[in-house]
Nanobody, 122 residues
Framework: QVQLVESGGGLVQAGKSLRLSCAASGRTFSNYAMGWFRQAPGKEREFVSATTWSGDSIHYADSVKGRFAILRDYAKNTVFLQMNSLKPEDTAVYYC???????????????WGQGTQVTVSS
């Protein structure tokens, strides 16, 4: 059983950076794959990034490659989404997610956070 809480969202100008955090509670957190999704108004939820528990395999959506990075702090049971060179089209509610495997992240994670709003102004 895992509980996820996102934070770090806000309003930022295009071209700037923002770091989202997802704090996880649960005894098996370090064994879980972690990921990030986002949902913009009028659009379906889309995959952003995911990482295996060890960080040896990392996936990014084409739309964020070269700009975003997914990171983990194992000691604090926290996963981050470092967002650089932000664009207005990055505006969305961002959700963190957890699953036993990285394939499960893509299929449909077992655990979801509440979401945090990111708004990028032009």
């Amino acid at each position: 059983q895992v509980q996820l809480v996102e934070s770090g969202g806000g309003l930022v100008q295009a071209g700037k950076s923002l770091r989202l955090s997802c704090a996880a509670s649960g005894r098996t957190f370090s064994n879980y794959a972690m990921g990030w999704f986002r949902q913009a108004p009028g659009k379906e939820r889309e995959f952003v990034s995911a990482t295996t528990w060890s960080g040896d395999s990392i996936h990014y959506a084409d739309s964020v490659k070269g700009r975003f990075a997914i990171l983990r702090d194992y000691a604090k049971n926290t996963v981050f989404l470092q967002m650089n060179s932000l664009k207005p089209e990055d505006t969305a509610v961002y959700y963190c997610a957890a699953h036993r495997t990285i394939a499960g992240i893509h299929r449909g994670p077992d655990y979801w956070g509440q979401g945090t709003q990111v708004t990028v102004s032009s």
